[in-house]
């Protein structure tokens, strides 16, 4: 089991930055997914973000060139910085994280974009 916690939300004018950080309860090296996703209500939760633990990203269209996500493996922790920030991003952001025990979800944390 693993125990993933999500802060940095809140609210931001458009244009503006945020970071957001996940940490786990344990040690991430076993994790080779870590991913952000996020959710609007009424609306699937979509992948966003995901990094390997090679190192390797990927991007959804709608947020590349915009976000970049990140990880500490001596934190445990995974970020994601978002600039340039849209109304369209105003969501609830998901931290996911997987190894060959299970997949892990954390609790969510809330970022409204709105001047």
């Known amino acids: 089991q693993v125990q993933l916690v999500e802060s940095g939300g809140g609210l931001v004018q458009p244009g503006g930055s945020l970071t957001l950080s996940c940490a786990a309860s344990r040690s991430i090296f076993s994790f080779y997914v870590m991913d952000w996703y996020r959710q609007v209500p009424g609306k699937q939760r979509d992948l966003i973000a995901r990094?390997?633990?090679?190192?390797?990203?990927n991007y959804a269209d709608s947020v590349k060139g915009r976000f970049t996500i990140s990880r500490d493996n001596a934190k445990n922790t995974v970020y994601l910085q978002m600039n340039n920030l849209k109304s369209e991003d105003t969501a609830v952001y998901y931290c996911?994280?997987?190894?060959?025990?299970?997949?892990?979800w954390g609790q969510g944390t809330q970022v409204t974009v709105s001047s």
């Open positions: 990094i390997t633990n090679g190192g390797t990203t």
């Open positions: 996911n994280v997987a190894d060959v025990r299970g997949v892990y």
